[in-house]
């Protein structure tokens, strides 16, 4: 059974620092793909970053970049230069390949409470 | 863009109501998901669907059922609603990608449930 693990219930970070949030986790399968989502206080879920296990180089979306570290199992998401904007609940997300009915879905995280402080 | 939309944002029903939420989306795509969200409990899935007229039961499938008569609709029904689905629910769709992973899921904007 796959799991994503988020230790990190909330955090804090100052206006324009960098900020780390932790994703692990545990799967038997050789391939899957790592999403993160951000959830503003209006509710809709926005995808923000994709790695495949089999990705050579760890992904980036402007200021969103992935550091991926496949014999630790972890993918965490690290947000350079923290707008007010940024603040929201943050989920990792795990999917596995198809291999039968119950593949297509994402295992989620339990979130990390991301805050922004001027 | 993607567009995934739910009928409604908020809702407010009784005790032992049938209660539909509907989902649609404009992206052609194949799969649809129903996940209800709760606080320190994440996103858990209800049912999905990867075609018309199927269905899968996801982790917590108890006390709901879904439909999908065409592609581009999901709905989530609530059978006799209870308190303890008072939720927020949200619907997501991807596409579909033979063998591989790289399918993106979709939110609709949610539909925060009270039942009461």
């Known amino acids: 059974a796959q799991k994503i693990t988020q230790t990190q219930p909330g955090m804090f970070v100052q206006e324009k620092e960098a900020v780390t949030l932790d994703c692990t986790y545990d799967t038997s399968d050789p391939s899957y793909g790592l999403f993160w989502y951000k959830q503003p206080s209006s509710g809709e879920m926005i995808f923000l970053i994709y790695?495949?296990?089999?990705?050579?180089q760890n992904a980036t979306e402007g200021r969103y970049s992935l550091n991926f570290q496949k014999a630790r199992k972890s993918a965490n998401l690290v947000i350079s230069a923290s707008q007010l904007g940024d603040s929201a609940m943050y989920f990792c997300?795990?999917?596995?390949?198809?291999?039968?009915?119950?593949?297509?879905?994402?295992?989620f995280g339990k979130g990390t409470k991301l805050s922004v402080i001027p | 863009d993607v567009k995934v939309t739910q009928s409604s944002r908020y809702l407010v029903k009784r005790t032992g109501e049938k209660v539909f939420l509907e989902c649609v989306q404009d992206m052609d795509h194949e799969n649809m998901f129903w996940y209800r969200q709760d606080p320190g409990l994440g996103l858990r899935l209800i049912y999905f669907s990867y075609d018309v007229k199927m269905k899968e039961k996801g982790d917590i499938p108890e006390g709901y059922s879904v439909s999908r008569e065409k592609k581009e609709r999901f709905s989530l029904i609530l059978e006799s609603a209870s308190t303890n689905q008072t939720s927020m629910y949200l619907c997501?769709?991807?596409?579909?990608?033979?063998?591989?992973?790289?399918?993106?899921?979709?939110f609709g904007p949610g539909t925060r449930l009270l039942v009461l």
């Open positions: 997300a795990m999917r596995t390949p198809y291999s039968g009915a119950g593949s297509y879905q994402l295992t």
């Open positions: 997501a769709s991807s596409l579909l990608l033979a063998g591989g992973n790289q399918e993106t899921q979709y």
């Open positions: 790695q495949g296990s089999y990705d050579q």
